[in-house]
């Protein structure tokens, strides 16, 4: 018990937000990713096209000056006013096309056909490499990489090598959307994980209410176990609703086998107590003075016995109430054919009793499977069978279907019960004769067992009577479809 208290308690709730807020932190994660990534090559592609661009722009115009490049007839391209009088080659250039490209986020370098740098728009971050080709790629930076794109210059005319073109694109416009979109994404991600917590807080809150009942129910039980209480139930037709239900059918359950047991302790002690004193007075009497006295002595002897036997006829009939009031724990599952029990007990009580009249009607015609044990379905037929040999010598007994119920009724046409006897005919020890129920030994417990155990199997069991005018028990059970049956 200490190493349990000492254990961190978690509530659900919590568990739930937390498990919901790193949900939703891996589904966002996922799909930031492939935005943020596709986004970024996106903005990664159009700035590598610009650059490309710029090249074709910048070497178009180099390429018409048809002679190895130099300061002189470069410098059109990056001074305007110069630029109004230039002539070369029959064109004229008025856009200063180096000179706007530069005041973005390009870096210029032109260079002579032997290698020489003859015009630059800044400090150029890495050295030219003069190859034949033209190519485009990333290089390292001071800050961060940069786009470099190289190629050769050739006349546009006389095709020959007149200089070489490099043009750095430092990324810085790049590089800027890349860190407002990347913490665009952090600061979503942190309200998608905060959101999501709290919705999924109080969502467990208002999900999880039936959980609380639940848990106010137990420790109310467990501090008073006799307490009768109950979850309250809700409106919802869902998982809970349903624990929630069976979770009071089991509560009815433990209070019904508490009550019984209670109720079996106080029968046994009430009922033993008559036996118990009268043993208890002959064997005294028997110490005091009646043993000298042989017809005494055989009287108490025989009392004794009796007392013993109605004892043990108490116990054990006590013992199979108390197995019949839990069928539906024991005999889960047991299947009977009734026709065969019911002929079975009609031929048996013919036999019993040779001088008294018994009239089977039996209107089922095919066997009809019901979910009840074999044995306690005899059993019960056996109680009311005899039951009804007390009054009079004719009984019926009757066999019939329902639409989905197969009904037995015993009749016999004795004296008959008062209502008042009726609404108690099933209580526990009570005898409507009880002179008669005496000597045949009888407890008062027989059709209460009969009763606990067609109710065990979710039938039911009624007695119509009036005086003068005999009686009826009736039996109803559930017909269970059985295909071995149909066959």
């Not at 799909?31 to 592609?45: C, E, G």
């Not at 706007?100 to 015009?119: A, F, R, T, W």
């Not at 009942?213 to 809970?240: F, Q, Y």
């Not at 066999?399 to 004795?414: A, K, Y």
Request: proline content about 3%.
């Amino acid at each position: 018990m200490k190493q349990k208290d000492e254990r961190w308690f978690v509530s659900l709730k919590i568990k739930w937000a937390a498990g919901t807020a790193l949900g939703s932190l891996i589904i966002f994660c996922i799909v930031a990713m492939a935005l943020f990534s596709a986004f970024t090559q996106n903005l990664f592609h159009q700035e590598r096209q610009l650059l490309n661009q710029g090249m074709t722009n910048i070497s178009t115009q180099l390429s018409t000056v048809d002679k190895p490049l130099t300061k002189k007839n470069v410098s059109h391209l990056i001074d305007p006013d110069r630029n109004q009088s230039n002539i070369i080659s029959g064109e004229e250039y008025k856009r200063p096309v180096i000179k706007e490209l530069s005041d973005g986020h390009l870096v210029i370098n032109i260079y002579n056909p032997d290698g020489k740098n003859i015009l630059s728009t800044g400090r150029y971050i890495k050295k030219p490499q003069f190859t034949t080709n033209r190519n485009i790629h990333i290089a390292a930076g001071p800050n961060h990489d940069v786009l470099v794109g190289q190629m050769p210059i050739y006349g546009q005319n006389n095709r020959q090598l007149i200089g070489y073109l490099q043009v750095e694109n430092n990324l810085d416009a790049y590089m800027q959307s890349y860190h407002q979109l990347a913490l665009v994404c952090i600061l979503a991600l942190c309200l998608v994980v905060i959101a999501s917590g709290l919705l999924g807080y109080f969502l467990s809150l208002f999900l999880l209410r039936p959980l609380d009942g639940i848990h106010d129910t137990v420790k109310e039980i467990s501090a008073d176990p006799t307490k009768d209480v109950r979850v309250p139930t809700t409106n919802c037709n869902d998982e809970l609703a349903e624990l929630i239900t069976m979770f009071n059918e089991m509560l009815d359950r433990m209070q019904r086998y508490i009550d019984q047991q209670s109720q079996f302790v106080s029968d046994v002690s009430h009922e033993l107590r008559t036996p118990v004193a009268i043993i208890q007075g002959h064997l005294e009497m028997l110490q005091r003075w009646g043993k000298d006295d042989p017809k005494v002595l055989d009287d108490s002897i025989k009392a004794t016995l009796i007392e013993t036997r109605r004892m043990k006829n108490l116990v054990q009939e006590m013992l199979d109430l108390s197995r019949a009031e839990q069928v539906e724990i024991n005999f889960r599952n047991q299947h009977t054919i009734v026709n065969d029990v019911v002929h079975q007990v009609y031929n048996n009580f013919k036999m019993l009793y040779p001088d008294f009249t018994f009239r089977l009607d039996d209107d089922l015609k095919e066997p009809i499977m019901v979910d009840i044990y074999r044995d306690h379905l005899e059993q019960v037929l056996v109680i009311l069978c005899d039951n009804s040999t007390d009054d009079h010598k004719e009984i019926h007994i009757i066999l019939s279907r329902g639409m989905n119920t197969v009904e037995i009724g015993i009749q016999d046409f004795g004296e008959g019960i008062s209502p008042e006897n009726v609404k108690r005919v099933f209580d526990r020890f009570y005898r409507v004769d009880k002179a008669r129920s005496r000597k045949k030994g009888g407890n008062g417990l027989g059709l209460s067992i009969a009763k606990r155990l067609i109710e065990g199997y979710h039938g039911s069991i009624t007695l119509e009577s009036s005086v003068g005018a005999g009686s009826l028990f009736r039996i109803i059970l559930p017909i269970i479809e059985d295909p071995e049956t149909k066959k």
